[in-house]
């Protein structure tokens, strides 16, 4: 298991942006596919976009242009720009990694259990 270190939330008012940073060891040295997901109060845990190490990228349909992943793999960090936020945004949001292609990335981590503490976002109108 890889460990992974969210940072950079915070609390912004809707329209407002954010930049999410995840700490991810060897990113530079792995095979390692790359997202961030979230969970608000009383939803399930959701996928929100991820990075494979060639930069192919798939977003939530949520998202709708508003926002971006990144990587950084000399640096060992993922990124979330999160750019007109919504108070439906509210969530907590989490960043994982695993040795998978982009779409099985996808479909499979939501389902895994060994999720850090994650970052905080709250979107208030």
């Known amino acids: 298991q890889v460990p992974l270190v969210e940072s950079g939330g915070g609390s912004v008012q809707a329209g407002g942006s954010l930049r999410l940073s995840c700490s991810v060891p060897d990113l530079s040295g792995s095979n390692y596919c790359v997202g961030w997901f979230r969970r608000a109060p009383g939803k399930k845990r959701e996928v929100v976009a991820a990075?494979?190490?060639?930069?192919?990228?798939r977003y939530a349909d949520f998202v709708q242009g508003r926002f971006t992943i990144s990587r950084d793999d000399a640096k060992d960090t993922l990124y979330l720009q999160m750019n007109s936020l919504k108070p439906e945004d509210t969530a907590m949001y989490y960043c994982?990694?695993?040795?998978?292609?982009?779409?099985?990335?996808?479909?499979?981590?939501?389902?895994?259990?060994?999720w850090g503490q994650g970052t905080q976002i709250t979107v208030s109108s």
């Open positions: 994982a990694a695993d040795n998978a292609p982009l779409n099985i990335f996808w479909m499979i981590t939501p389902g895994k259990s060994d």
């Open positions: 990075i494979d190490v060639d930069g192919s990228t």
